[in-house]
């Protein structure tokens, strides 16, 4: 989400996305997929304005125009840079619990 009710979102100051006028960084994007083409579109009331981080294969605001917010079904968990996690290492001293069914005797 790039753009909040009232903001005006733009491309391409300096090759740059601009949210009011103001140039953003966006070390998200995929490099060599920044999909750059001049367009400007003022959020109305009730929208957010939303571009995918492979700006070249994205189906995003630019093209089908803000987002009403009766159409976003998630929420935001968390902001901030992408962390790569670790792969998980299974400690030595885990044990597997193995959850059997109980069953009752037919006829009992």
């Known amino acids: ?8 979102v733009a491309c391409c100051a300096d090759e740059r996305l601009s949210v009011n006028g103001k140039p953003i960084t966006e070390p998200y994007i995929t490099p060599g ?9 003022k ?4 929208a957010i304005f939303v571009e995918g981080d492979n700006r070249g294969n994205s189906d995003d605001s630019r093209f ?5 917010l ?3 079904v998630g ?7 992408v962390v790569t996690p670790k792969p998980l290492t299974r ?11 109980r ?6």
């Open 1 to 8: 989400m790039v753009g909040l009710a009232g903001d005006t």
């Open 33 to 41: 997929f920044e999909g750059l083409f001049a367009f400007s579109a």
């Open 43 to 46: 959020v109305p009331e009730g």
């Open 64 to 68: 089908g125009g803000p987002v009403r």
């Open 70 to 72: 009766s159409g976003v």
């Open 75 to 81: 929420v935001v968990v968390a902001t901030g840079t």
């Open 91 to 101: 400690s030595p001293r885990s044990r597997t619990r193995v959850c059997r069914e």
């Open 103 to 108: 069953r009752t005797p037919t006829g009992v």
